[in-house]
């Protein structure tokens, strides 16, 4: 795989000096300014720098959720390409990574000459489908097996609609439902590959990673409110005990991916994500019983990160995903726990 990447002290950088946290530009225009200068070309997966790719995403979570879900899912498609041996992306294009599979909404792709595919039916929860170039989604051949397929969205094939999004929380990423009609694509990777990489459960790692760095910037909200009454001091300690916990989680994960970037690291980033996912939560309650209702009344980026933490954080799918981690720990030899 190619090795790319930026440092995540120069996108902490970028972001500080271009951009207010409490105000800034919509989250298409803030990804173009990121594209444009290379903000994107993060470290991948298993490269051996995991973690500064992690803490890119944290950084921009922390900044805006709704950017970072089109951040991450932009650099996800990067990886994603990268991994699977496509050609590389059009200088400046925009991606989304759309794969989620409602039961509502499937598309089905046929073979077209030159190595492309059309595609007919329905994608849901496409997040950015308005200010993204591309979309790199999940389809349906033939033969009824899933295939990734890179399309380009500025053709006569695709509509993307206002439909499927009613959010308050993430508003901002416009996850809409779009619907192609004869629309040209290209295959990219084998079918099934999309599952079967070692790449998607190490991506699955990075989104605990965006919970993780929202988690922090809410938490330094209450740091820096800086009082020292009893309360609000131990509201502080549990938020710091969280964050501490998760972050040598996150980092073990990480450290894993890159001494095994050929394995199944399902069960790490199982883990990972539960412990991001509890500490995420916990971090929104105590900041929040700890501040009172001022920050969501008065501070806009303490305010739309509470509003927007808690609908990213359904990308979990809850018990279902704790239920899978203790089928994989039930086939842990005895003395996995042990320190």
């Known amino acids: 795989m190619r090795e790319v990447g930026m440092r995540p002290s120069l996108l902490k950088d970028f972001l500080q000096t271009r951009f207010s946290v409490a105000q800034h530009d919509s989250p298409g225009t803030l990804m173009g300014a990121l594209v444009a200068e290379g903000m994107d070309r993060l470290p991948y997966p ?200 998760c972050g040598a989680a996150l980092r073990a994960c990480a450290a894993w991916i890159d001494a095994n970037p050929h394995g199944d690291a399902q069960l790490p980033a199982r883990r990972a994500r539960a412990i991001a996912e509890d500490c995420a939560e916990r971090v929104l309650r105590e900041t929040g019983r700890a501040l009172g209702a001022q920050p969501y009344c008065r501070d806009p980026h303490f305010a739309r990160l509470s509003t927007d933490l808690p609908v990213f954080l359904r990308q979990s799918h809850a018990e279902r995903d704790l239920a899978a981690l203790g089928e994989l720990c039930r086939g842990q030899a005895s003395g996995s726990w042990a320190l």
């Open 46 to 245: 298993g490269s051996g720098r995991t973690l500064e790719r992690w803490q890119a995403l944290a950084e921009v979570a922390g900044f805006d959720l709704g950017v970072c879900k089109l951040y991450e899912g932009h650099t996800d498609a990067l990886a994603i390409m990268a991994e699977l041996g496509a050609e590389s992306p059009p200088a400046g294009s925009l991606w989304g990574t759309w794969a989620a599979e409602p039961p509502q909404a499937k598309v089905s792709i046929r073979p077209d000459a030159g190595g492309r595919v059309r595609l007919d039916g329905r994608k849901s929860w496409c997040s950015g489908a308005a200010v993204v170039s591309h979309g790199l989604i999940t389809a349906w051949d033939e033969k009824d097996r899933q295939q990734l397929v890179a399309v380009e969205l500025d053709q006569a094939g695709v509509s993307i609609t206002d439909q499927g999004w009613r959010a308050v929380g993430m508003a901002a990423t416009g996850s809409v439902d779009v619907l192609f009609e004869d629309a040209v694509g290209y295959r990219i990777g084998d079918p099934e590959a999309y599952l079967h990489r070692p790449g998607f459960w190490q991506g699955g790692g990075g989104i605990a990673a965006c919970w993780y760095g929202a988690a922090v910037a809410l938490a330094e909200h209450l740091r820096q409110q800086g009082r020292s009454e009893p309360h609000a001091l131990a509201h502080l300690g549990s938020v710091d005990a969280c964050l501490q916990a």
